[in-house]
Structures are given as structure tokens and as C-alpha cells.
């Protein structure tokens, strides 16, 4: 028997929402799990991280052992959409999958509250697992256990994902922000996240305009992307744009657009012209399912 996991891309942050908030959307990760006499196998992943220290692998060990799966070794194999270390969650959908995946050979893939739990101690932060797991946006608190709400999202959107051609490490990216933030500057993300999730809930698109709108990470890592504040600053005076943000740690920019703006990637493209050169440019849908669990 097989377990095959498919678990969407997602992005974190929204803005405002800095390790709390994030979307799943229409990009997937595929893996295949199947239980072998001894060892490991890694297949279909650079390389690089074919090891035992890869990420699905020391997942589904620890997945393994929350459900009590007695197993002799694991064969992996892993089908790829989501780039890598481009702020899309690339790295949850490995988290993600490997507890499913051990989860699944118990029968227990459902409990999706024991798969978060899990999940947000080994990221560290449930913003991307969460929205993997559950599909749709979700704001998460952490406590004993991991309370996460999925929020209806009244109007129908597209993400544009602004994906370019370098890669920027969530370690880096994090090392830039400051340990402390000031009164003001925490008033003011509570003040916008609360804006933006309303304005979701009630379709209320001019508070989406100023909801995106963040002071405790993209400050600071803005300048570790090249063409950023060209970029964000071309994105922000484009009245058909809602909101736009950075895309969990980036480096990828996500620009939020009504989906019966049928112009609006070529028009995006149109008005940053050569900064996107070398860059992919994607119109994603929220995924609203999660992570998707079969066997074979
Ligand atoms: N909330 C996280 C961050 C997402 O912004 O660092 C990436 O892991």
C-alpha cells in the first residue's frame, strides 16, 4: 500500500499578520509514501536534500512517533511545484506531508489538530502549516494546543504571485528584524490585521487598500529583494490592486486582485517591465481543502 499526500503552497503573513496569518493557494507538492524493510529513500528532490536530514523524512519520523507507527523504513517520493525558499511554503508542504503520510499508516490523517500541533513545534510559527492543512486563510494562536480559525473570504480574488529568479532563506530573513518593536508600531499591525480579516469576512475591499499595510517585518526585509520598493511602490498605485505584501519571508511579492480583472497579470507585468525580468509571475486561487490524502 501507498499513502500519497498532495498539500498546497501557501502564503504567510498577509501584511500585518506576521507569524499568525496565511492563504493556501492553487500551487501543490505531491508525495508518496510507502513502507519499506529498513532505511530511507528519497526520490525526485534535488540532491541536496536527499538526506536523512530531509525535511518530509524527519517529519514523517516524528509523525511516526506521535501515532505510534511501528515501521522498519520509509521510500519517499516527491513531486514539485512550489519553488523553493521563495516564501511560498515550500518547506511546510514537507512538514506537512511527512505527518500525514505517517499519520495516514495508522488511519489517522483526520485529525488534523494533532497533524497541526505537531507541525507548528517543528516550523516554529503555525501561519504557513495551518492554511496547508486546512486549506483556505487562517489565523492562528499558539498556546498548549494550536487554535486556528479558517476565515470565510467574502469576495472572489486572485493572488498574483511575483516569484523572482533568487532565493532568500527564512534564517536570513528573520535575522534582519528587530528583537523589540515599539508601542506604536505593534498598535498599528493589530490595527491593520483586524482591518484586513473584517474587510475579508464583509467583502469590504477599501479596507483591504490599507489592511495590507505592515510595520514589524517588511521594513526590514525589503531591502534584502532587489527592485522591492520599486516594485511594492508601482504595485500600490495601481487603483485595480487591493493589496500587496511579502509573501511569508520572501522573496516573493503577492499582489491581490478581483477575479473578473481578467488584464490584471498582463497589465502587472506591463507596468514593472524590466524589474520582473527573470521573474515567474502566477494568478493563483485559494486552495480551500488543505492537504489532500489517498491511497493507493
Ligand atoms: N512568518 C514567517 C516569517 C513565515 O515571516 O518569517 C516564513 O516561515
Redesign the pocket.
Known amino acids: 500500500m501507498k499513502v500519497k499526500v498532495r498539500v498546497p503552497a501557501t502564503s ?2 498577509l501584511g500585518p499578520g ?2 499568525v496569518a496565511g492563504l493556501a493557494v492553487t500551487l501543490y507538492n505531491t508525495f508518496t509514501f510507502e513502507l519499506i524493510d529498513s532505511g530511507f529513500e528519497i526520490i525526485g528532490c534535488p540532491e541536496q536534500f536527499s538526506g536523512a536530514d530531509n525535511m518530509t523524512y524527519q517529519s514523517f519520523l516524528r509523525g511516526a512517533e506521535a501515532c505510534g507507527l511501528k515501521f522498519g523504513g520509509v521510500r519517499i517520493e516527491c513531486k514539485d511545484e512550489v519553488p523553493y525558499t521563495r ?1 511560498l511554503g515550500s518547506s511546510s508542504t514537507c512538514i506537512v506531508a511527512g505527518i500525514v503520510g505517517a499519520f495516514a499508516f495508522m488511519e489517522s490523517y483526520e485529525d488534523r489538530q494533532a497533524i497541526l500541533n505537531l507541525a507548528t513545534e517543528i ?1 516554529g ?1 503555525p ?2 502549516v495551518a492554511p496547508a492543512i486546512f486549506g483556505g486563510l487562517t489565523v492562528s494562536v499558539m498556546g498548549k494546543s494550536v487554535t486556528t480559525l479558517q476565515i470565510p473570504v467574502k469576495n472572489d480574488y486572485r493572488f498574483v504571485a511575483l516569484i523572482p529568479p533568487f532565493t532568500l532563506s ?1 534564517e536570513l ?2 535575522s534582519v528584524l528587530p528583537a523589540e518593536v515599539t508601542r506604536k508600531d505593534a498598535i498599528g499591525n493589530i490595527s491593520h490585521l483586524s482591518l484586513l480579516v473584517a474587510s475579508l469576512i464583509n467583502g469590504y475591499d477599501e479596507g483591504l487598500r490599507i489592511g495590507f499595510h505592515d510595520h514589524l ?1 517588511q521594513p526590514y526585509r525589503g531591502s534584502l529583494i532587489q527592485g522591492y520598493d520599486e516594485i511594492m511602490s508601482c504595485l500600490e498605485s495601481d487603483p485595480a490592486i487591493l493589496g500587496c505584501y511579502l509573501s ?2 520572501g522573496p516573493t511579492i503577492m499582489a491581490v486582485i478581483h477575479a473578473d480583472d481578467l488584464m490584471g497579470v498582463v497589465r502587472i507585468k506591463d507596468e514593472l517591465g524590466h524589474l520582473l525580468d527573470g521573474w515567474d509571475v502566477q494568478k493563483l486561487e485559494l486552495d480551500l481543502q488543505g492537504f489532500k490524502c489517498d491511497y493507493e
Request: proline letters at 0%; charged letters at 25%; aromatic letters at 6%.
Open positions: 504567510a503573513n506576521f507569524d516564501g516550523e510559527h501561519d504557513n527564512t530573513s528573520r517585518h511569508g519571508a
